[in-house]
Every structure is written in C-alpha cells, then in structure tokens.
C-alpha cells in the first residue's frame, strides 16, 4: 500500500533512522497508529531504520505492563522495529549532560514553588536564581537531588537558560530534570531523580543516531527548545518533520482521560472495544490491514482534521466483507415458532435434517483466488422467527425463509395480553420459487436441542460532544448507555468458532467472535460484538440493543 508522502529534508537511502518513543503509560491507541506507521513508512521508503523507544521519564505513570502491552500492538499491527530501547539506557549520560550546563553557566536550580514559577513564566519574570546562582552551588544542588538526599533535596529543579523575554513559552527556561522517588518499573530505586521528556528526547534522538525525528504538529512550540537543547549541548541536530493529529469525533485520545475512564470504572480496562486503544478497536472488529489502508489514504499532511467514524468503518468493512462467513441467528426474547409440514426432496421426513450451502454467498466481492466454500445448515419441522417478522404474517401469506425456500402460512396464533404472534403454522411450498415481489423475507433458525445460545453486544460512543476542549469536565459530556447485550439463538455450527473469527449474522450484520462458545457454560457463553459499517443508518431493520449511530 503506497501513502501519500513528501520527501523528507535531507534524507539519504540507507541512512534515514526514525524512531517512535511511546511512553508506557497506557496502551497504544488509534493516534499513536498513524505516528509508527509513518515511521515505518519512512524507515522502509529509505531503506532505513525504525527505532522503538520507550519514554520511561516518569515513574510515576510507567508501568511494566503497558510496556508490553504496546510491543503486543506493535506486533499486532505487524511492525517489527530494527531495534527496542529506553530513555532509562541512557540516564547517566543525560546527568552528564546535565552538569555540563550546569558547569557553564547554562542552566541553574531551583526551588519556586510550581504555581509561583508557572506565574512567573506567564510574565516572563525571571526566578531569583537565574543569575545570582554560581555554577558551583548549582552543581551541589543537582548533587543533592540525584541522590534524594531529604525532603529539601526534592523541592529542588534544574532548569535550562534560554529566553524569559521570547514570545514562545516553551523557551522561557524550561524544566530539564526533577526529583521523583517513586520506584522505576526497570532500574528500581537506583534513580532519584529523573530527566524531563523534553530534555531527554533530544539526547537520546542524537545519541541512537535519529536522523528524522517526526512530530505531531501540536509540538511546533517545542521544537525550537529541542534544537536549543542540542546546540547548547553539542549534540548532533537532528532534523525535525510534522504532521497532523489524527483525530475522531466523540473520542478522548488523551491517555490521561482514557485512565480517568478506568478508574472511574466505566470501563474495565483499557482493552474494552469502547475505547480507541489498538486493543479496543481489534475487540470492536477493526483488521489491521484496514487500519494500515485508513492511514495510508490520509497521508502525512499537516492538517488537523476531526475524523468521522463512518470513513473508517466503511474502509473496515471491504476488508473482511467479501469472505466472512454468513449465518442465521434470532433474537431470543419474543421468538415465535414456526411449524412446516409437507416437506419435499430436499428436506424429506426427519424432524432435522440439512442442506449444503454456501459459507459465503455467491454474489460476494470474495476474490477469484479464494475457492468456494460449503457447510451444511440445519432444516427442522420447526424453525424460530424474529418477532418482527412474525408478526407480519397473516394465513395465506407466502414467506420466504432464506436459502431455504417458500413457506405458505396456514394459521397464526397470538398472545391475547399483547397481540404479537406465538406460533405459525405452515406447508412447504418447493414447486413455488422466491421471487422479488414476495417481500416478507426471513432469517431462520432451526429449533433442536443443538441451538445455541449466544449473546450479541454493541458498543456506542463513550462521550456526547464531539471534540472535547482542554477545560471540559469529562463527567458532564457522558454517554449512557454505552453498552447493550440481547440474547440471540444461533445455528449449532457457531460453537466452533474462535476468538477473532468474524462472521455476518444474515439481515443484522457483522460480528467478531469476543468469547467462544463454552460447553459448560452453554447460555450466552458465545460473545458476539457487532461491528459499526459506517453508514448512517442500520443496515438492518431488526430490533437492535442500542440506537444506530
């Protein structure tokens, strides 16, 4: 798949080295994807290398976990990177750096109170320590800091000499290092004092031998302070690219909202398919390579576009549409029974029997490369119709039930209390074939004690407004329901299938396969999540758990 790309300034085959540096503060969502597959992009248009690095800077957010949980979504998304590091591999080297300035005279400690200092950058007012700190107090303060000596050690700052007058906040002497005695999820308690990200991204690009480093456009007022930092260090520069944010409409990307949610528990993890997490999407039935074709189609253009969904869904589903298999399932609540006599040939006089049919229809977008399959369905002198569809029948009506044939109905019995219909009966009518004008077209499913039960669920948007701004209260812009269950029966054949299986429940759409069917705990064990197809109305007609959106 090609994207749409400019060249990059001063890119040379075989030298270009990219990186994408992932803090391991939650799992990879929806907008990383578009910054490792245009590193990616890039490494490869080069024949170059893509570097991953782990942003450990803040042990306070960090764990373990996370880590591997988004080397699982790199491998999921099928990126294999020329090499794994961590900002952590390089913390001497970044206190080394670190006393240089201070030795020089180009950075200082301090101890202004958070809120006074945000004040007084506000101001462009400089600290009281920015010129009456000699370098050599300024290197015992940092001393003292890295090894946590007590409480007044932490209280304590180093911060950069840049510009306090400049019109560009990220200049007016940035924070480079702070104490922090929260235990490392890898070097332990050996660090009491850590780098900032934008003090340590610059060393460590320069020191991995990054050529490009590319950057979300919401960085622009920092890169003047990364190549500062470079200069004043004497590191190699390191040239910057940009491009713009992906973003969805009523979605939060910010992954300290999304551990808002998990705390909250409004969701249980960051897995869950309500989420834009890699993982969430994979559970909601988003394929990679769908995922791969949405960002190559947007390109690395500098626009901030919000997004709407319907794009994305519709690109996902000419991924799985053309050879998912096709089965009958009906809602379980209200099922009216049908039963046929006068079979025919094809069904005879067993009370079950079974024809062969296509496991994906004949009129499928499927490739002439992908052979064609069958399986066999299950008939029976009584068959479960939806409660919709049976409560348009009337005696005399021909129905059609799908891939079956034409059912003439004979009697139509109705609960008194409600008025909707219980049970049908009706007589096969094999001499008569379907036709456009017969209109009452049903999916079916034979009633034996085979059936299995299984659960449908859908999934809606998390919040109601469609972009959140930085000062919105997360808990005023909640969506509820966000989660809907209906049980359904399902033809027998579907307790074989595996986790990530799709599959298209015929007339109600597309599913992916969230937990498999357990024999020992056969009732709704089977969990199927339906998959959003991008229009904005259902595709189906059928009652549904939540509101189409």
Known sequence: IEMSCPPLEGAVEGQVVTRFPPEPSGFLHIGHAKAVLLNEYYAKHYKGKLLVRFDDTNPSKEKEEFEENIKKDLASMGVVPHQFSHSSDHFEKCQDLARKLLSEGKAYMDDTEQEVMKEERALRQPSKHRESQDPKTALKRFEALLKGADKDAALWCMRAKMDMSSDNGCLRDPVCYRGNLTPHHRTGTRFKAYPTYDFACPIVDSLEGVTHCLRSTEFNDRNPQYHQLQEMMGLKHVRIWEYGKLQFVYTVLSKRKLQWFVDKALVPDWNDPRFPTIQGCVRRGVTMSALRKFIYAQGASRNIVLQEWDKFWSVNKDEFEPTAPRYFGVAKNGAATLTISGGDAEFGDAAVAAKTVALVPSNSKAPSTVPAQTRPMRLGNQVLLEAEDANTCKAGDNIILLWWGVVEVTSVVKDESTGCVTSLTGVRKPEVKPSSKMKQKFNWVAQDEDVCE??????????????????????NFLRSPTKGTMPVLVEPALKQLKTGDIVQLVRRG????????????????????????????????????LPHH
């Not at 959140?468 to 209260?473: L, N, R």
């Open 454 to 475: 299984a659960s449908i669920v859908e999934f809606d948007h998390l919040i109601t407004k469609p972009k959140m701004e930085e000062d919105d209260k997360m808990e």
């Open 510 to 545: 597309f599913f992916r396969v969230d937990a498999p069917f357990d024999a020992g705990n056969p009732a709704g064990s089977l969990e199927l999540v339906l998959i959003p197809d991008g229009k904005k109305s259902a595709m189906s007609t059928l009652s549904t758990a």
